[in-house]
């Protein structure tokens, strides 16, 4: 992060949500003990949490106490951890390592992963309507947010988009391959400042603001991810580098080229700062964590 304040503002969040998050107990009971282990294997493991964080700041901007929102940042933080196990599976991505470490499957085995990544979703709704300080409009629309970002026209439609175009990279066109990640990865990184802002009693024009800035932001998130998996070593990412070539998946380098995905990734940063310019306050944490997501790896 460039500006000192904005870096120290992140730190904060990310401090108080990682012990909000190791606290978290999902059992008590001996025998479900297991199921607990494998899901804090994975909730645990580190991360970039950007879409937690990204809650968090946007409850900040429009006047809430980031804190008060930490049930709904750690249930975003949920499903976004579910989305990884299961997209990590023989059935799916097929990766034997996530963050440098054997993957759920392959530490737990395929039915327990499955198991932790469905009971993360049930205890993410857990989290939203008993702990989420809030009116029962705002946590009904966090609800809604949710589902409707990480359902059939959301993150498992992009997942299933992505997967009819393994294999056929060289063939996806452009616009096809804009909604995959739309969907994919762009609509809960849109929801995480979306969930911040509902709760902080933001008007309809303020969430749709935050909106345009994260729907960009998550586009360059995805790209300079793709950038990585080609040009990265399996070191530094965690996992099998020049994978996504492997299996031939539509990526913005398979589709535009290493430069271009780069050009690509630029133009979106560029609109993720072009929409700040509607936003109200103070928006420096926002710029900086746009030019942090374009620019890690580098």
């Known amino acids: 992060m460039e500006n000192l304040a904005s870096a120290g503002r992140w730190e904060r969040h990310r401090r108080i949500f990682e012990e909000y998050l190791e606290g978290l107990v999902f059992t008590r009971e001996p025998r479900l003990e297991r199921l607990q282990e494998a899901m804090r294997y994975s909730l645990l493991a580190g991360g970039k949490r950007v879409r937690p964080l990204l809650c968090m700041e946007s409850a900040r901007l429009f006047g809430e106490d980031p804190e008060r929102v930490l049930p709904s940042a750690a249930a975003i933080e949920l499903i976004h951890t579910y989305s990884l196990i299961h997209d990590d599976l023989p059935a799916m991505d097929d990766d034997d390592f996530r963050r440098g470490r054997p993957t759920s499957h392959r530490k737990f085995g395929e039915a327990m992963a499955i198991l932790a990544g469905d009971a993360f979703f049930g205890e993410a709704l857990a989290l939203i309507t008993l702990r989420q300080e809030g009116s029962c409009e705002q946590r009904l629309a966090v609800v809604q947010e949710l589902a409707g970002s990480t359902g059939v026209n959301g993150m498992v439609g992009g997942q299933v988009l992505d997967m009819a175009q393994t294999g056929a990279s060289g063939e996806v066109d452009p616009q096809t391959l804009f909604m995959i990640h739309r969907y994919k990865t762009g609509a809960l990184i849109k929801s995480s400042a979306r ?33 990585l998996n080609a040009t990265g070593s399996t070191e530094r990412l965690g996992k099998r580098a020049g994978s996504d070539a492997e299996r031939g998946k539509a990526t913005f380098v398979s589709v535009f080229g290493l430069d271009g ?21 103070d928006t420096s944490a926002l710029r900086d964590l746009a030019l942090f997501v374009r620019h890690r790896g580098s």
């Open 195 to 227: 969930v911040g802002a509902i709760l902080a009693g933001a008007g309809e024009e303020e969430q749709r603001a935050i909106s345009g800035y994260a729907l960009e932001l998550g586009l360059c998130f995805q790209i300079v991810d793709d950038v």
């Open 261 to 281: 995905a780069r050009r690509e990734a630029d133009a979106a940063c560029g609109r993720a700062l072009e929409a700040l310019g509607g936003l109200p306050g």
